[in-house]
């Protein structure tokens, strides 16, 4: 018997689909055109179906009536359909009717975050810019997509510029906004989780976008530094990020380069990532200095850690000379093993010295060919 919502008694009152008996009910709800699915919709709330169940039910009919929005790549429509007719005034309406189910469809969405996933929000709001609908529904859209930005893939992301005034291939502004959004939510303030899964999400999404020639310096900072510095437990995404950034862009300054290089923490660089870093020609002087200065640190602390280790252990520190005993197996690799550290330290300091007087020898050239001209001027009669 069916109820007057539309939805089979049973499934209103125990809020529970069977796959079999959704999706009969889904296909045969999605021949209806849309102010009858509305009225559905309408009478499921009033009877207190879960958010979440409503929202499947509206992603599920939004896939059927806009392909666009299925997730499925060959699904694609392209940006007006498929209507048979090219003429002007076809793709015209054909516009203009995506635009109005866009807005409808914006407009039903439950309030309830994570009533439905983050990246069908995020097909909608692509087709939504494509469609040019009104800055209320793409605001009120964007909140919607940014306060569960944790739950977003890269590809999903990925929306290209809509816009006309736009240089760059992907809709740059828009992941600014939804970043930003996500930092100032309440929610953010009560666990790291989300942080840290957003701040891995931005690191994949700027080393995509860096191969753009025609993203700025400023947008593409703004972006790597939206994120507080705890968001991140370690900087080599953001380091991969960077150095395609500086590939791309070979024609940046150097106070440019130091600029893009403000936003990496040398201590939070893994070895493999401090190696690259040390021998990148891309990267300016001092941070290739910061980043053996780093290292060097981390080995030092190892060394002392070891040492504190091995030290406890020994019974001369108790005043326990005791017995001679024999050095175990184990003692003794980690004996080599902090030699080895020691001469890796020793390695990295001459390095490091050496790279200074380089430097410096560097300023005295410029400093010695300056005056130098200046002198020759002088001599002229």
């Known amino acids: 018997m069916q109820n007057l919502g539309g939805l089979p008694e049973s499934v209103a009152l125990s809020g529970k689909l069977t796959s079999f008996a959704a999706e009969c009910w889904f296909n045969d709800a999605c021949v209806s055109d849309t102010d009858y699915f509305i009225k559905i919709l309408s009478g499921l709330q009033g009877k207190g179906v879960r958010p979440d169940l409503i929202g499947s039910i509206i992603a599920h009919y939004a896939s059927k009536r806009l392909p666009d929005l299925s997730g499925d790549r060959a699904a694609l429509t392209g940006p007006v359909g498929p209507t048979g007719d090219d003429s002007p005034e076809s793709l015209t309406a054909s516009w203009v009717k995506k635009k109005l189910f ?6 039903i969405l439950p309030p309830e975050k994570d ?6 929000l995020l097909r909608v709001l692509r087709v939504a810019n494509m469609a ?5 529904f793409r605001s009120d859209l964007e909140s919607r997509v940014s306060r569960q930005l944790d739950g977003a893939t890269l590809e999903e992301l990925m929306i290209p510029s809509f816009s006309h005034t736009s240089t760059t291939l992907l809709d740059f502004e828009l992941v600014v906004r939804l970043v930003n959004g996500f930092v100032n939510s309440e929610d953010v303030s009560r666990g790291g989780a989300a942080l840290m899964k957003v701040a891995k999400l931005v690191d994949l999404y700027l080393a995509e976008a860096a191969v753009d020639s025609n993203l700025g310096l400023t947008e593409f900072v703004d972006l790597a530094g939206a994120l507080p ?11 991969r990020a960077i150095d395609t950034y500086l590939k791309a862009h070979p024609g940046l300054t150097k106070q440019e380069r130091k600029r893009v290089w403000g936003l990496i ?9 401090s190696h690259h870093a040390a021998q990148n020609e891309r990267l300016p002087v001092r941070a290739v200095i910061q980043v053996l200065l780093s290292e060097q640190n981390k080995i030092v602390k190892n060394i002392d850690w070891s040492g504190s280790l091995i030290g406890a252990r020994s019974p001369g520190m108790f005043g326990l000379d005791g017995p001679a005993r024999c050095v175990s197996k184990r003692e003794t690799i980690t004996q080599m093993e902090i030699k080895r550290l020691k001469e890796d330290v020793l390695v990295l300091q001459c390095q490091c010295m050496n790279m200074e007087k380089q430097i410096e020898k560097l300023l005295e050239k410029k400093k010695k060919g300056y005056n130098f001209s200046w002198k020759k001027l002088w001599n002229v009669k």
């Open 265 to 273: 923490e040398s201590r939070k660089l893994s070895a493999e990532a």
């Open 132 to 136: 040019g609908v009104g800055p209320a």
């Open 229 to 239: 510095s705890h968001a991140r437990s370690t900087d080599d995404g953001i380091y």
């Open 115 to 120: 009533s439905i996933p983050c990246n069908f």
């Open 102 to 107: 866009i807005e409808t469809l914006i407009g």
